[in-house]
């Protein structure tokens, strides 16, 4: 268990809908970062948020977003889904600080599916 | 886009047998990370190294990093039924904080 967790386990929506996907770090990790993987590939990197600001953001559009909460409690939004986004979405929490990054440590993920 | 290729793509093995997984980058690191995914569901990591360090143990893992070549291996000695998983490679490249590329996995089977 790393303490990571993310809700709901599946979710099925249909194109052009919204959805929200949550996530609960380890308590005192002021990172998290979010990963999408599609079937059969490795995860590619969404965007990262540390101290509740956004700290980097990798190829994916802007109705991509996210939102990170003092308690350590993070938000992946998507919106204007698409048949491609179809897939694992997992989050992942870890410390960053003076003393150098730290492993991430992942939730088990939310397998999101458009129809 | 990913930066690691792992190698082989797939691979089985009878259990009490060792695995050995390649996986290069293209681009220089902070450090490279190991991890296991068993069933499509959390990433379980399994050892970082730093871009400072060539090898690695932790209990029947092994991991070397060879940065000239940019490449590491992981080796899992007397393998058994439960290490069947997929295996990726990450690396940081420590830039805009810590964020990890993967590669695409290699699939371990390890017959009983």
């Known amino acids: 268990e790393t303490g990571v967790t993310q809700s709901p386990t599946h979710l099925i929506k249909t194109r052009g809908q919204q959805v929200t996907l949550r996530c609960s770090s380890q308590?005192?990790?002021?990172?998290v970062s979010w990963y999408q993987q599609a079937l059969g590939q490795g995860p590619q990197f969404i965007f990262q948020y540390y101290r509740e600001e956004e700290n980097g953001r990798g190829n994916f559009p802007p109705r991509f977003s996210g939102l990170q909460f003092p308690n350590y409690s993070s938000e992946l939004n998507v919106n204007a889904l698409e048949l491609d986004d179809s897939a694992l979405y997992l989050c992942?929490?870890?410390?960053?600080?003076?003393?150098?990054?730290?492993?991430?440590?992942f939730g088990p993920g939310t397998r999101l599916l458009v129809l | 886009s990913q930066q690691g290729e792992e190698d082989p793509q797939a691979l089985s093995i009878q259990e009490g047998e060792n695995a050995t997984m390649n996986c290069s980058y293209k681009?220089?690191?902070?450090?490279l990370q190991w991890y296991r995914q068993n069933s499509g569901r959390g990433l379980v990591h399994l050892i970082l190294?730093?871009?400072?360090?060539r090898e690695k143990h932790s209990g029947r893992l092994r991991v070397t990093l060879d940065t000239s070549k940019k490449s590491s291996s992981l080796l899992i000695t007397a393998s058994r039924a439960a290490d069947t998983a997929s295996y990726f490679c990450?690396?940081?490249?420590?830039?805009?904080?810590?964020?990890?590329?993967f590669g695409e996995g290699t699939q371990l089977t390890v017959n009983p």
């Open positions: 308590s005192g990790h002021n990172t």
């Open positions: 681009t220089s690191i902070n450090n």
């Open positions: 992942a929490s870890s410390w960053d600080g003076a003393g150098g990054r730290e492993t991430q440590y």
């Open positions: 190294i730093r871009s400072n360090e």
């Open positions: 990450a690396t940081d490249a420590g830039t805009s904080g810590s964020r990890l590329t």
